[in-house]
């Protein structure tokens, strides 16, 4: 089984059909200052089993953290805009499907923005969920 990179790649197909440029895990990415782009990391949570049985179902959850990198100094509303779009895209109760794989998102939240050289950069935590055979 593959749910590992079923979930990340569910996830990934979903963010790229917004057509918006994406900094993603892993992959050379050169970004032009004067340019916003999207930066996506998935941080999955332990692994848990729904019952005491060794074949109970494996229950994965997880963030994906998008944020919304834009240029210092130029306000914050080009972040919102970017995350909005986003935020919008994953709402609650979506369901992505990779390979027989299905994440259900269950929440999405805004956090703090901040500063990083010549960057303002404001995130997304989008929480997800899937339920998989046992490993």
């Given at each position: 089984?593959?749910?590992?990179?079923?979930?990340?790649a569910?996830?990934?197909?979903?963010?790229?059909?917004?057509?918006?440029?994406?900094?993603?895990?892993?992959?050379?990415?050169?970004?032009?200052?004067?340019?916003?782009?999207?930066?996506?990391?998935?941080?999955?949570?332990?692994?848990?089993?729904?019952?005491?049985?060794?074949?109970?179902?494996?229950?994965?959850?997880?963030?994906?953290?998008?944020?919304?990198?834009?240029?210092?100094?130029?306000?914050?509303?080009?972040?919102?805009?970017?995350?909005?779009?986003?935020?919008?895209?994953?709402?609650?109760?979506?369901?992505?499907?990779?390979?027989?794989?299905?994440?259900?998102i269950?929440?999405?939240?805004?956090?703090?923005?901040?500063?990083?050289?010549?960057?303002?950069?404001?995130?997304?935590?989008?929480?997800?969920?899937?339920?998989?055979?046992?490993?």
């Open positions: 089984m593959t749910v590992f990179v079923d979930i990340s569910a996830l990934e197909a979903h963010l790229q059909t917004l057509g918006l440029p994406v900094a993603w895990e892993n992959r050379e990415y050169t970004p032009d200052t004067e340019t916003a782009f999207l930066r996506a990391t998935v941080i999955p949570a332990d692994t848990e089993p729904t019952g005491v049985s060794d074949d109970a179902s494996d229950d994965h959850i997880g963030i994906y953290s998008v944020e919304a990198i834009t240029k210092y100094d130029t306000g914050k509303g080009e972040a919102l805009d970017l995350l909005d779009q986003v935020a919008t895209h994953f709402k609650r109760g979506t369901v992505l499907t990779q390979n027989g794989v299905k994440v259900r269950s929440k999405v939240s805004r956090t703090v923005g901040f500063r990083d050289t010549v960057y303002h950069i404001v995130g997304l935590t989008i929480e997800y969920r899937s339920f998989t055979q046992a490993q």
